[in-house]
């Protein structure tokens, strides 16, 4: 077990299957030292865990929780493209976009989440860069997207 597993291990969390695409593209591309996950949402084996709209139908916590599945999703395609964790080397960016309704402002409280847990199992190879983007409608009713990229060995 890689020490990026250990530590999820130590949080309670079980690294997922990466999940497939639902389109056509793939989910993570590698190019040099570079990869760069698709937009990963917040999948539970073969559905969402979570649907809606931040500040309509769901809360900033649950936002906060979907954030933290989809960044999870997000180093599962990182471990199917280098294999074994210890070969990232830093998550570099992290973007996120976040289903909100009208007037929603926590877009930053939301992916808190995402880097939450990429700062906690990677630990200083997890400070990253970030983007946060509120958007009005979000494919499947996601209410969060994230693309991770990564410098790997």
């Keep these: 077990m890689s020490t990026v597993e250990n530590e999820l291990h130590k949080l309670g969390l079980a ?5 497939g695409p639902v389109g056509s593209y793939v989910t993570a591309v590698r190019t040099g ?5 698709s937009g ?3 999948w539970q084996g073969d559905k969402l865990a979570f649907t ?3 500040g309509s139908s769901l809360t900033v916590e649950q936002g906060y929780e979907a954030a933290r599945l989809s960044a999870l999703n ?3 395609q990182l471990k199917a493209i280098v294999g074994d964790l210890d070969r990232v080397r830093r998550i570099v960016r992290l973007e996120g976009y976040v289903h909100c309704g009208r007037d ?3 877009h930053p409280q939301v992916l808190n989440g995402a880097s939450d847990l990429l700062n906690a199992i990677f630990g200083e190879r997890g400070k990253h860069t970030r983007t946060a983007v ?9 209410p969060v997207q994230l693309v991770l990229w990564a410098e790997v060995e």
């Design 15 to 19: 690294l997922p299957a990466a999940p």
């Design 33 to 37: 030292n570079l990869v760069v996950t």
């Design 40 to 42: 990963q949402l917040p």
């Design 52 to 54: 809606g709209k931040l």
């Design 74 to 76: 997000g180093v599962a």
């Design 104 to 106: 929603f402002r926590q």
């Design 134 to 142: 509120g958007i009005h409608e979000m494919p499947l009713d996601a």
